[in-house]
């Protein structure tokens, strides 16, 4: 069975979703992930007094490595992503990482939470029990500041019993004008959690 399993491997190995040669971490090669790696710039933005950190410009491999894993489906590209992050990102016992939640329609639509998806390869312990989406909001991106704004109202509820009393990371995978942020940190603010941090592949607004 091993045979076969290797015999299989050779024919059919995964290639580099970028340079189509073998690829070593799901869809991504050795070499990739390290050109990937090297992109790592850090920028720190503060909402609501909350920083939140930014790891990424938005463009080249790294805009294409995000799309392939919210809108085609290459849920493997995750892993790769989730090894430069927890790299750069000095994560302990005291946090817990809290995905930003997707509506279950939305999610049953895409299949899985890009989010929630890349911090759980990140070795970290995720929860996605504290906070809900109980609102299907309209995508973001057409929709001007102000409107966002009315969008997020009242999109997130908080379960405080679901609390451990750590300090929350909340992940997300691009932060434009900071609306979805302000919306979350606001709500659990009002369930008295204020002891909160984000992290953002990448601002795409300076
Ligand atoms: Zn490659």
């Given at each position: 069975?091993?045979?076969?399993?290797?015999?299989?491997?050779?024919?059919?190995?995964?290639?580099?979703y970028?340079?189509?040669?073998?690829?070593?971490?799901?869809?991504?090669?050795?070499?990739?992930?390290e050109?990937?790696?090297?992109?790592?710039?850090?920028?720190?933005?503060?909402?609501?007094?909350?920083?939140?950190?930014?790891?990424?410009?938005?463009?080249?491999?790294?805009?294409?490595?995000?799309?392939?894993?919210?809108?085609?489906?290459?849920?493997?590209?995750?892993?790769?992503?989730?090894?430069?992050?927890?790299g750069?990102?000095?994560?302990?016992?005291?946090?817990?990482?809290?995905?930003?939640?997707?509506?279950?329609?939305?999610?049953?639509?895409?299949?899985?939470?890009?989010?929630?998806?890349?911090?759980?390869?990140?070795?970290?312990?995720?929860?996605?029990?504290?906070?809900?989406?109980?609102?299907?909001?309209?995508?973001?991106?057409?929709?001007?500041?102000?409107?966002r704004k009315?969008?997020?109202?009242?999109?997130?509820?908080?379960?405080?019993?679901?609390?451990?009393?750590?300090?929350?990371?909340l992940l997300?995978?691009?932060?434009?004008?900071?609306?979805?942020?302000?919306?979350?940190?606001?709500e659990?603010?009002?369930?008295?959690?204020?002891?909160?941090?984000?992290?953002?592949?990448?601002?795409?607004?300076?």
């Amino acid at each position: 069975m091993q045979f076969l399993n290797n015999l299989l491997d050779y024919f059919f190995y995964k290639s580099c979703y970028f340079c189509r040669r073998k690829a070593e971490y799901g869809l991504m090669c050795n070499e990739c992930l390290e050109k990937i790696k090297s992109k790592v710039s850090g920028k720190t933005k503060y909402l609501e007094g909350i920083p939140i950190y930014g790891y990424f410009s938005y463009e080249g491999e790294i805009q294409k490595l995000i799309r392939a894993i919210k809108y085609h489906n290459k849920k493997e590209l995750a892993l790769p992503l989730a090894k430069i992050l927890a790299g750069a990102i000095k994560f302990n016992d005291e946090f817990e990482i809290v995905p930003v939640p997707l509506h279950e329609q939305r999610q049953k639509h895409r299949k899985y939470n890009h989010a929630e998806l890349i911090a759980s390869h990140m070795g970290v312990s995720v929860n996605t029990n504290l906070i809900k989406r109980i609102k299907n909001t309209r995508a973001q991106y057409k929709l001007s500041q102000k409107e966002r704004k009315e969008n997020l109202a009242g999109a997130f509820r908080v379960f405080p019993g679901e609390y451990p009393g750590k300090k929350i990371v909340l992940l997300d995978d691009i932060c434009t004008t900071g609306a979805t942020m302000r919306e979350l940190i606001s709500e659990l603010g009002k369930n008295g959690i204020n002891d909160i941090a984000g992290v953002v592949m990448c601002f795409t607004r300076d």
